[in-house]
């Protein structure tokens, strides 16, 4: 089993899936806990939080938060990252309660405030992921410069001691780990993919498969 | 008018699919659309059923009743400009609305031009009855294309033709050698290079929504399952007997609209629908999709 589902309850699920089969990944559209128990790794994709948090049956969340807790390995971002993280402001919010990050929605404003930032680059502890997973083309990722896609984004507020920041923008993370969670607040996948964010994904998860 | 703005634009047109984008025209209804899911809510003075009823010249809504929907929810909000009236636009992207309908359920304010949408940092989505013209809209600069279906009337047939003509005249040109372009560009009266990308792609390079006539789950599903994206609902749910009730079938029809069970499911509990109208029994200055070009 290496299929890697996204979440398409609702929001930009279709390029999450393009992207990932463009490199090579098998993948499943996933909308209740019968699909997420065909798959290896699950993307939350970005949309409307509050839309995905009504969307979603108490069995589908259950299933999340068991698989996400029992270590399958996920990717969120924007709203994903929303619906993951340990507290969420502006306005607060309920949430699955997954990684131990405090979020802000709608922080950088609205349409008009949001923003592409072509300076990211990984951190050390970002390149030493990259490392590790042994990506192809390490030496290009690890040195390059990329853009991140900020839409209506949330503002990574907080982060807790089992945090590791893998993109920061100044002194503010907005790509973060916690063990087998992925968490942005950028969206990788409306952008070229310089960065190597969906391939260091699809690496992670044929690796715990190939181990499990 | 940079590659960058264009990617934020159709961004957050992505962000909105696959869910319900609902006319409200207080903050109550707001919060309603809000808690029943919608992914954005357009804010209006009026929905299309009362202008259409009302008549007379239909502008840009107030501005406090804009701002109070603003101010109620954290999802997107939308609101409506005339045709070509790019001052409305300056002054709803001044107070920070998310998303600009160029829209004909408003009275034009310019009978040759539309707006030059490229001017903006706010993304623009506009109407289409055809593939011409939704390829004309995003040569000006719409980050989203949604079918021009008849507002107010709670009669899904004109977004279907609108719908169904899109898409058969996307899958024709997918057919056509490189020189049939040209001559299909000129007759679609769009730009060769977008007729190129429709060719190559195989689909618009902006969403395309369905808008227009939604009054019950089925409908929305019908919409999705032509090959909209997302649907707009206007009058359909607060001209019901069930708004929240309504409002939460029909984000659940969109999800699962491949699922008949579900469909039956979110269909089963709902009370009367809004009234219809026939379109055949409409006058020709009463069809609000033969206004824009």
């Known amino acids: ?212 | 008018m940079s590659s960058q703005h264009l990617q934020l634009k159709v961004g957050l047109a992505e962000m909105l699919k696959g869910g319900v984008i609902m006319d409200v025209i207080n903050a109550e209804q707001a919060q309603i659309a809000e808690e029943s899911g919608a992914v954005a809510v357009m804010a209006l003075e009026r929905v299309p059923a009362d202008i259409r009823r009302e008549g007379g010249v239909a502008r840009m809504a107030n501005i406090e009743v804009i701002q109070e929907i603003m101010k109620a929810v954290t999802i997107p909000v939308m609101a409506k400009v005339r045709i070509g009236h790019f001052v409305e636009a300056q002054i709803l992207q001044e107070l920070g609305v998310d998303f600009i309908d160029e829209s004909e359920v408003l009275t034009p304010a310019d009978e040759s031009f539309h707006v030059d949408k490229f001017a903006f940092q706010v993304p623009f989505v506009c109407g289409a009855c055809n593939l011409g013209e939704a390829l004309r809209r995003i040569s000006e600069g719409a980050a989203m294309i949604r079918s021009k279906g008849e507002a107010g009337t709670g009669n899904v047939v004109e977004a279907v033709r609108h719908l169904r003509s899109i898409g058969s005249e996307i899958r024709r040109i997918a057919q056509l050698s490189p020189q049939e372009l040209v001559t299909t560009a000129k007759e679609l009266g769009a730009s060769l290079e977008l007729v190129k990308y429709i060719a190559e792609e195989g689909k618009l390079p902006v969403p395309l929504f369905s808008a227009g006539g939604v009054a019950t789950p089925a409908d929305a599903a019908l919409m999705m399952q032509l090959g909209a994206e997302t649907v707009f609902v206007g009058s359909g749910i607060f001209k019901s007997e069930d708004p929240a009730a309504r409002a939460r079938a029909i984000v659940k029809s969109v999800t699962h609209y491949q699922k008949p069970e579900v469909l039956l499911e979110v269909s089963r509990e709902l009370k009367r629908a809004m009234d219809g109208l026939e379109i055949s029994s409409l006058k020709p200055e009463e069809r609000l999709q033969e206004r824009g070009w």
């Open chain 1, 1 to 212: 089993m290496n299929r890697i589902g996204i979440l398409a309850l609702q929001g930009n699920f279709a390029l999450h899936k393009s992207r990932l089969e463009e490199l090579g990944a098998e993948t499943l559209l996933v909308k209740s806990a019968e699909d997420l128990s065909e798959v290896a790794g699950i993307i939350i994709p970005g949309g409307e939080s509050t839309t995905l948090l009504r969307l979603m049956d108490s069995e589908l969340r259950e299933a999340l938060v068991e698989r996400i807790s029992g270590g399958l390995t996920t990717l969120a971002t924007c709203a994903g990252l929303i619906l993951l993280a340990k507290r969420v402001h502006g306005p607060s919010q309920e949430s699955l309660e997954l990684i131990d990050v405090e979020v802000t929605r709608n922080a950088y404003g609205r349409q008009v405030d949001s923003f592409v930032d072509g300076q990211l680059h990984w951190s050390s502890t970002g390149r030493a992921l990259l490392a590790q997973y042994e990506l192809e083309e390490y030496e290009k990722y690890a040195s390059t410069i990329f853009e991140g896609v900020f839409i209506r984004a949330p503002r990574i507020t907080g982060v807790g001691e089992n945090i590791e920041v893998l993109v920061e923008r100044g002194d503010e993370p907005v790509f973060v780990r916690q063990g087998n969670i992925l968490g942005l607040s950028f969206h990788p996948e409306l952008s070229d993919e310089s960065s190597g964010i969906h391939q260091l994904f699809i690496a992670i998860v044929r690796s715990n498969t190939e181990n499990a």
